[in-house]
């Protein structure tokens, strides 16, 4: 069963710019799904970026061009690196792995969750 532990999260200023990691054990890597959901205070939960695991991406409107998801198979681990940072994008952010079964995207795992703070 594969497990997840993120890092990377902290206070940054607008305009600025940090990158998550999501460094996974247990499994093998490069068959899971993998992304990135945000979740802030009385706000719905966003999925911020996906790579399957042929290394196809998407993004939310809300974060693309800034935002780039990226993995590494050879060190089990998924990038969020996050340019052009706003307060709104001031969030729990939590990664995941997950395996397409009959078209539906199914969650194997989450990471503990990185708090990522836009202020000035």
């Known amino acids: 069963q594969v497990q997840l532990v993120e890092s990377g999260g902290g206070l940054v200023q607008p305009g600025g710019s940090l990158r998550l990691s999501c460094a996974a054990s247990g499994s093998i890597f490069s068959i899971y799904n993998m992304g990135w959901y945000r979740q802030a205070p009385g706000k719905q939960r966003e999925l911020v970026a996906h790579i399957t695991s042929g290394g196809r991406t998407n993004y939310s409107d809300s974060v693309k061009g800034r935002f780039t998801i990226s993995r590494d198979n050879g060190k089990n681990t998924v990038y969020l690196q996050m340019n052009g940072l706003k307060p709104e994008d001031t969030a729990a952010y939590y990664c995941?792995?997950?395996?397409?079964?009959?078209?539906?995207?199914?969650?194997?795992?989450w990471g503990q969750g990185s708090q990522v703070t836009v202020s000035s």
């Open positions: 995941y792995a997950g395996r397409i079964l009959a078209g539906t995207l199914y969650y194997d795992a």
